[in-house]
């Protein structure tokens, strides 16, 4: 069926329900940045398979918003669809609400599946289409299945439990630490929507969403118990009994809505609006208290533990390990003249980290990029695109591992030959910004917007920038991007101090040329304080060689010549006892000092 039929479809459910648009979001019931097929409608729709993106469908019009990351990918997916392209962020692009003001007249509908929209969206959109006179609604639910062709069903493998040694905290420890929290606001229940704070908290992993070791799953917290909303499908035997043990109510997943119904008239209930649907908070009793704030598991896993800390640097000498023997056999590869492609590549790269110590799966789709192709910033190689290297071929990889006691992302950007002024000069200054963020120190409780202007500021001075952010928050053997915490552009109200893991990688994209960016992961420890207050330093823990060749030297400071020998000093001294061969002369030449 192609993209024209599937948007008749929908028009023709929009036309039964009097609806003037309908608001298709990448989004599925509990706020997660990448979903399971079954949520996939806007893909379905629209053909275009970014991890960002909203389509509005209205009957005479179709609209796709996406940022900067996707610009060049949705322009070619795109291209021969009715669905014209709005490039979020760029000079005179209204965002989607306000287009809807601008083309919708007072008195008309706006439908979505209000399972896919969060509180805090629904409340921002639905203030300012009231002012117009114009009603969003969350209650079609089942628009998506009356449109969504052979819609996939939700997933049903069973859950793993994570070995205790690795989990480092018991689920009971975990959850006496959110009833202390919950105590302390004073609030009676907690409801928890996303997966991967839901993983965490009750030390169950599962694989309903490609790349996220997450599972479908709710759960609530009150006075008396910790109810589970789960497919019972998902459970063992010998899991759903363990859990019973620790004192977990089970249901099925789909009572999860109605029960909110039934709790208690009296209840103050705690939640987080980014990650609540407006359904579910729609459907709380008006007689019970509602307390918004920030994810209370969120804020726990995001300030690792000294034991997970410790399992995540030696998880990164095992993915180094992977990283200096996939760069060892491309660079072998190229000069025996044998042909490799991206996808070649890829599964390279997949093999060798599998090989590893407690290796599980990879943490992203990779980025293979060869030349023009890592100007697209999420570019992932296809059957389609797939481009073979060349001796002056110039390659970014964006890669990472989920292993059983940490999560790895890192991105290295490879001269295999010849390269421009240009691009030297472009990969200089990224390693300035990247060095720069590494060897910050700051105050505790400086805000992200803050560090990310650190990172930026050698390369606005030579007039370049980037449009993603600098960096995100890796969680512990979880998704690869976690919140709260990250370092960008706008605004966001997490204040970093100790504990904290997050990405450094900033990035230059040549549209049609090349793309840049070097990614190590970052973890944030104390200094000692002085009379000025405590102040926090970074510690680099992603191991392996940044590639020296493409640097100018002349344009590095004696600090950052320092910082980068200092950094290979470390490398080689943690990765060579695990090398040997060639592998191991590889890595003493490409942590020479320079």
Not at 181 to 210: C, F, P, Q, T
Not at 442 to 469: C, E, S, T
Not at 506 to 512: L, M, S
């Amino acid at each position: 069926m192609d993209i024209n039929t599937r948007l008749i479809r929908a028009r023709e459910e929009m036309a039964k329900r009097n609806l003037d648009a309908f608001i298709v979001l990448t989004s599925d019931p509990h706020g997660s940045e990448y979903t399971a097929d079954h949520w996939k409608f806007r893909e379905y729709l629209s053909g275009f398979n970014g991890s960002a993106g909203t389509l509005l469908v209205m009957q005479q019009y179709v609209g796709l918003w996406t940022d900067s990351r996707y610009y060049i990918q949705a322009e070619k997916q795109l291209r021969g669809t009715p669905i014209e392209l709005f490039r979020e962020g760029q000079p005179g692009v209204p965002d989607y609400v306000s287009y809807i003001t601008y083309i919708l007249p007072s008195g008309s509908r706006v439908g979505v599946d209000g399972r896919t929209i969060s509180q805090v969206e629904y409340q921002r959109i639905s203030e300012i289409l009231d002012k117009y006179n114009i009603r969003l609604e969350i209650h079609h639910v089942d628009f998506i299945d009356n449109v969504f062709y052979q819609r996939p069903p939700m997933p049903t493998d069973e859950l793993t439990e994570v070995n205790p040694i690795v989990a480092c905290t018991t689920r009971r420890e975990k959850i006496d630490i959110v009833r202390k929290m919950m105590n302390e606001k004073k609030v009676s229940h907690y409801i928890i929507s996303a997966l991967d704070d839901i993983a965490w908290l009750i030390n169950l992993r599962g694989s309903d969403v490609e790349y996220n070791p997450v599972f479908y799953a709710y759960m609530v917290i009150s006075p008396e118990e910790e109810h589970l909303y789960i497919d019972p499908h998902k459970l063992s035997r010998v899991v759903s009994n363990r859990l019973a043990e620790d004192g977990i109510k089970m249901s099925l997943y789909d009572h999860f809505i109605n029960n909110l119904r039934n709790l208690p008239k009296e209840s103050t209930v705690y939640y987080d609006p980014t990650k609540v649907s407006a359904l579910a908070v729609a459907q709380l009793p008006n007689s019970v208290v509602r307390v918004e704030g920030r994810s209370l598991v969120g804020e726990i896993k995001s300030h690792k533990t000294e034991a997970e800390i410790a399992n995540i640097r030696s998880v990164h000498i095992r993915d180094g390990v992977a990283m200096v023997q996939l760069l060892n056999w491309i660079e072998k590869e190229v000069a025996s003249g044998n042909r490799i492609t991206e996808l070649d590549i890829a599964e390279k790269q997949r093999l060798l980290r599998m090989a590893q110590p407690r290796s599980m799966c990879e943490s992203f789709a990779p980025i293979v990029a060869v030349d023009a192709n890592a100007a697209l910033v999420h570019y992932s190689p296809s059957i389609e695109t797939n481009t073979a290297l060349t001796s002056d071929s110039i390659l970014l990889i964006d890669s990472g591992g989920h292993y059983a006691d940490g999560t790895t992302d890192i991105t290295r950007t490879i001269a295999l030959g010849e390269i421009s002024a240009e691009f030297k000069r472009a990969y200089t200054y990224v390693l300035k910004s990247h060095i720069a963020l590494a060897s910050a120190v700051f105050p505790k409780g400086a805000y992200g917007i803050q560090l990310d202007a650190v990172a930026r500021q050698p390369m606005w001075k030579a007039g370049l920038n980037f449009g993603h952010g600098t960096g995100h928050g890796v969680g512990y053997c979880l998704n690869v991007h976690e919140t709260p915490y990250g370092i960008r552009s706008s605004f966001t109200d997490s204040r970093f101090d100790e504990g904290i893991l997050v990405s450094d990688e900033p990035g230059v994209y040549i549209e049609g040329k090349f793309g840049i960016r070097i990614e190590n992961l970052i973890f944030s420890q104390p200094m000692p304080e002085t009379p000025f207050g405590k102040f926090i330093k970074f510690e680099t823990i992603t191991l392996c060689p940044i590639d020296t060749r493409p640097i100018d030297v002349d344009l590095l400071t004696e600090e950052e010549r320092l910082w980068l020998n200092d950094y290979h000093k470390t490398v080689y001294a943690r990765l060579a006892p695990k090398l040997n061969g060639d592998d191991l002369d590889w890595l003493q030449n490409a942590t020479r000092e320079i």
